[in-house]
């Protein structure tokens, strides 16, 4: 389970605040909210906990903060912004990093990689933006990750594959996983999340059970 209890976070001149809600294990979770809401800045809070932060962040019952680097390994966060060396190879990278993480084997990440479509040979020069969001996510998937934090995965992503990495994401969280995701697209919200969490600049507006009604977050402009 993931519990956020009064999360504040100060990033320069914007506030996060009082960020409050719980996830069970199997979910999938949109967060939703225009630019400038604190989707990305609610993420950092997760991956790199800061002095200044206020409130509780639990992860299976501890605070992340005291347990970080075991937070860290069951935890896959998925960007663009994540950076790789551009001249290896897929498969290089994977097993450059693959010997941080206990359950990492070079078997699961090809299988991985096949089931996302691309090339475990393809360098990460030569990656498109969704085919770097599809490797991140094998990646994980290979290393059993837990908890998968998601900024923006699906943004220009082709609709046929948009449908497959859903079928994707099912599949994780039927092993149990978590899926913490943003997006603008309102289609994926209605369609795919559990529960939605509602940010608008820096505030939480609703955290509540997505019951695929695309009115219920008209009052969030996208």
Same mark, same amino acid.
């Given at each position: 389970?993931?519990?956020? &209890?009064? *999360?504040?976070?100060?990033? !320069?001149?914007?506030?996060?605040?009082?960020?409050?809600?719980?996830?069970?294990? !199997? =979910?999938?979770?949109?967060?939703?909210?225009?630019?400038?809401?604190?989707?990305?800045?609610?993420?950092?809070?997760?991956? @790199?906990?800061?002095?200044?932060?206020? /409130?509780?962040?639990?992860?299976? /019952?501890? %605070?992340?903060?005291?347990?970080?680097?075991? +937070?860290?390994?069951?935890?896959?966060?998925?960007?663009?912004?994540?950076?790789?060396? @551009?001249?290896?190879?897929?498969?290089?990278?994977?097993?450059?990093?693959?010997?941080?993480?206990?359950?990492?084997?070079?078997?699961?990440?090809?299988?991985?990689? @096949?089931?996302?479509?691309?090339?475990?040979?393809?360098?990460?020069?030569?990656?498109?933006?969704?085919?770097?969001?599809?490797?991140?996510?094998?990646? /994980?998937?290979?290393?059993?990750?837990?908890?998968?934090?998601?900024?923006?995965?699906?943004? /220009?992503? %082709?609709?046929?594959?948009? &449908?497959? +990495? =859903? %079928?994707? *994401?099912?599949?994780?969280?039927?092993?149990?996983?978590?899926?913490?995701?943003?997006?603008?697209?309102?289609?994926?919200?209605?369609?795919?999340?559990?529960?939605?969490?509602?940010? &608008?600049?820096?505030?939480? *507006?609703?955290?509540?059970?997505?019951?695929?009604?695309? @009115?219920?977050?008209?009052?969030?402009?996208?």
């Amino acid at each position: 389970m993931l519990e956020i &209890k009064d *999360l504040q976070r100060k990033a !320069g001149k914007f506030q996060l605040e009082h960020i409050d809600f719980q996830v069970e294990e !199997g =979910y999938l979770v949109g967060i939703l909210g225009p630019n400038g809401a604190g989707k990305t800045t609610f993420f950092k809070a997760l991956m @790199e906990p800061k002095k200044g932060d206020k /409130g509780t962040i639990l992860w299976m /019952g501890k %605070d992340i903060r005291k347990n970080h680097v075991e +937070f860290l390994g069951d935890t896959a966060y998925i960007t663009e912004d994540m950076m790789f060396i @551009e001249k290896l190879t897929a498969m290089e990278t994977a097993q450059m990093l693959g010997v941080f993480y206990e359950h990492y084997t070079d078997e699961a990440f090809e299988a991985c990689m @096949e089931k996302v479509g691309v090339s475990k040979n393809i360098t990460i020069a030569g990656m498109s933006r969704g085919q770097k969001i599809r490797f991140q996510l094998a990646f /994980g998937m290979a290393r059993k990750a837990k908890l998968y934090l998601m900024d923006e995965p699906t943004a /220009g992503m %082709d609709p046929a594959f948009r &449908k497959e +990495f =859903y %079928d994707l *994401l099912r599949e994780i969280l039927a092993e149990g996983a978590t899926v913490l995701m943003s997006t603008h697209v309102q289609s994926d919200i209605n369609r795919n999340m559990d529960y939605v969490l509602t940010l &608008k600049e820096g505030k939480q *507006l609703r955290f509540q059970e997505n019951f695929g009604e695309a @009115e219920e977050w008209s009052e969030v402009e996208i």
